[in-house]
T-cell receptor
Framework: QKEVEQNSGPLSVPEGAIASLNCTYS??????FFWYRQYSGKSPELIMS????GDKEDGRFTAQLNKASQYVSLLIRDSQPSDSATYLC?????????????FGKGTKLSVKP | GAVVSQHPSWVICKSGTSVKIECRSL??????MFWYRQFPKKSLMLMAT?????????EQGVEKDKFLINHASLTLSTLTVTSAHPEDSSFYIC???????????????FGEGSRLTVL
């Protein structure tokens, strides 16, 4: 069974610090990887997507992918209280298998002012 | 990103009644939409894949006769929870796949979600 594992947290960091969120997945055939942010009572919002090994940066967010280790992470620099949310890691196959994403249970991040 | 709209955002109903949730893609045509369910403090679980003009594909353990999905147009998919019971109370979220130059990127864009409470 395909699985995506995340630490549930909560992960607490002070404002301005770097928050590091981690995710591992079981299916070696996975090709697409996503990080979603979900505020309480709201639907998920896409933060980052990454498809190849290495780092991908977008503003304060950096996604890192290591397919050999089946590991994907999200770094949030200069964390803000508004970043406090649950972050969902999602893993999928090729673009052709659109939408068949497997979600982790999410890591709750709390950024303290 | 793509805009997906869902309605209603919340609904309360009596046990035994049916509830319909609509999911619309506002700025693009979605041949495929996906319905997820999320219980409190749990992960998103894919319920079914909604295909325009054909029958939906249900995930294992999801009752197709209870969760009726209709995808009659390229911009609208509906989920009807029939004979709802308290255990069906959950957060239902629809989504559509993102495309770039006609190729699916694998990204999902989510509607706002519909919180169903069955009394």
């Amino acid at each position: 069974q395909k699985e995506v594992e995340q630490n549930s947290g909560p992960l607490s960091v002070p404002e301005g610090a770097i928050a590091s969120l981690n995710c591992t997945y079981s299916d070696r055939g996975s090709q697409s990887f996503f990080w979603y942010r979900q505020y309480s009572g709201k639907s998920p919002e896409l933060i980052m997507s990454i498809y190849s090994n290495g780092d991908k940066e977008d503003g304060r967010f950096t996604a890192q992918l290591n397919k050999a280790s089946q590991y994907v992470s999200l770094l949030i620099r200069d964390s803000q209280p508004s970043d406090s949310a649950t972050y969902l890691c999602a893993v999928g196959g090729y673009g052709g298998s659109q939408g068949n994403l497997i979600f982790g249970k999410g890591t709750k991040l709390s950024v303290k002012p | 990103g793509a805009v997906v709209s869902q309605h209603p955002s919340w609904v309360i109903c009596k046990s035994g009644t049916s509830v319909k949730i609509e999911c619309r893609s506002l700025d693009f045509q979605a041949t495929t939409m996906f319905w997820y369910r999320q219980f409190p403090k749990k992960s998103l679980m894919l319920m079914a894949t909604s295909n325009e003009g054909s029958k939906a594909t249900y995930e294992q353990g999801v009752e197709k006769d209870k969760f009726l999905i209709n995808h009659a147009s390229l911009t609208l998919s509906t989920l009807t929870v029939t004979s709802a019971h308290p255990e069906d109370s959950s957060f239902y979220i629809c989504s559509a796949a993102g495309f770039l130059a006609g190729v699916a990127t694998g990204e999902l864009f989510f509607g706002e979600g519909s919180r169903l409470t069955v009394l």
